[in-house]
């Protein structure tokens, strides 16, 4: 694989399970789209409830952390990969786990996309803190701080690489992802006056 210079966000790996496509127009083409505003729009939100809800000194002790990091920015060298964390709790176990706040409410699932930025975000822990990193907690704020443990296996963390590496690939090639793509997302996509579809 290779991966040039550039690093991969976990908001890059959301944008190509939306779309690989995505990764194509932006990355490649440079065409910014609204989605991504919107995300970050959202993500300012965040940044503002989580000053209300979060007290950076309470540590989680019913789910065994003894310590804890707060604004943690991660980078890999290895896996060109780059990611910002509210929490790295460690826990009594020895291993260490993400923590992120969702202005979101809790509707009896993880979205598949907060699995897989979990999951980088596991990866970048265990390069930069040499443990392990199997598990990660959300804490949904618009349900009274309802907070969901997450498990990461291995079988997620060779899927979530394989993304990146196709990411690399779209990027790095200049390769135009051939999708197959339920047709109402290209209704609401920014991209479908320029996409073939
Ligand atoms: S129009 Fe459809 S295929 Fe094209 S980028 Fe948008 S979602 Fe993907």
Redesign the pocket.
Known sequence: MNKGTQYITPSDVIQYL?????I??MHVLNIDQHEHRRYLVNKGRDMHVLKLVRNKDYLRKKIGVIDKLSDVYLSSDTNCLVGKMDEVLFLEDGSAAPLDYKYAFWDDRVHKTHIYQQCLYCILIEENFDVASHKAFIVYIRSKNHLETLSIGEKLKKNAMRMVDEIFNIINLGLFPD?K?N?R??E?????NI???
């Open positions: 939306y779309c690989p496509r995505f194509y127009f999708v793509i047709l997302k290209c609401d996509c920014t991209y479908r996409c073939v579809t």
